[in-house]
Each structure stands twice: as C-alpha cells, then as structure tokens.
C-alpha cells in the first residue's frame, strides 16, 4: 500500500508540474501570438482555465500532503508547550474529520452536477470538449482528499495510542 502511495504521489506532483508548464506555455504563446503578430489562439483562455482548474484542487491534494495548508494553532502550540501532546493528536483528528465529511459534501455534490452537465451534454465554445471535464475536478480530487484524510486519521490514531513513528512505518 506504501509503494501504492508513493506512485500516487510521484503521478500526482508530475501532473501539477505538467499542467502548470502547459498553463505557462500557452498563456505565454497567446501573449506573443496577440501583440506580436496582431492575432490569438482562441482557445488558448479556454485551455488555461481547464488546466487551472484541475491544478488547483490537485493542489489541494498535494498541499495535504505535505502539511502546506493554513492552520490556527494556538491551541495546539499551547497544549505542546504543556506536554499534551494526546490532546494534541486529539484535536488533530477532530479536524480532520471535520474536513473529511466537508469533503464528503463536496464530493457528493460534485457528482451531482457532473452528472447534471452531462445528461445536458455542453461543450465548451472554443475546444468543444464537454464541461462535464472540467467539473469533474471537483469530486475526484476531493475523493483524494478524503483518502489523505483518512490516512492522516489513521496515523494521528497510531500516535495517540503511543505507537512510534518507526513502528507506524515498519507496519506500513
């Protein structure tokens, strides 16, 4: 499951690098193709936000990952100051089961209008490719989410219950 993991997250971090260069490239490209030659790609915006719009929620993702989002930790660095660290751990897993059936909602939700748009079948005005793609975003990074979610519960649970870092990683 570990190898699993790491594959994923090797995929993943070389998709957001994709995305973000081919956002780069044609953002640029339309910039020069307009004010050099007096003529643009018409479907240069269209691609970029498609892009845009994947790269961020997989940034999410990747932001889970790595611990990057924003936080309030008052509490936490009060409780650590205090050595309790259990009730740190504790608030830890509150919080992301908070998140965790946040996402849920998003994910659920997401789905239903994915679904919507392609019962409509809509294509975008200048790639013609449905707009289900685009919003289809939504509830599938949000089911990774939930899946990192559920890990980080999982190693949160290990550590309150006085597992080391070391066992967590042998067992795994």
Request: contains cysteine; positive net charge.
């Amino acid at each position: 499951m570990k190898k699993f993991g790491e594959i994923f997250d090797t995929f993943e971090r070389n998709a957001l690098i994709i995305a973000l260069t081919i956002m780069v490239v044609v953002i640029f490209t339309n910039v020069i193709m307009r004010y050099v030659f007096n003529n643009s790609l018409s479907w240069s915006e269209e691609l970029a936000r498609y892009l845009f719009i994947w790269f961020s929620w997989m940034g999410v993702s990747a932001g889970l990952k790595d611990g990057a989002h924003l936080r309030v930790e008052i509490l936490t660095t009060k409780l650590i100051r205090r050595k309790m660290h259990k009730t740190n751990e504790v608030i830890n897993i509150i919080v992301a089961l908070i998140w965790l059936a946040t996402t849920a909602v998003v994910a659920y939700y997401g789905f239903v209008v994915v679904q919507s748009q392609m019962s409509l079948s809509v294509v975008t005005p200048a790639m013609r490719i449905p707009v289900w793609i685009g919003y289809l975003s939504v509830p599938m990074c949000s089911l990774v989410i939930g899946a990192r979610l559920i890990a980080n519960i999982v190693g949160h649970t290990k550590k309150l219950l006085g597992k080391s870092s070391y066992e967590i990683e042998v067992a795994n």
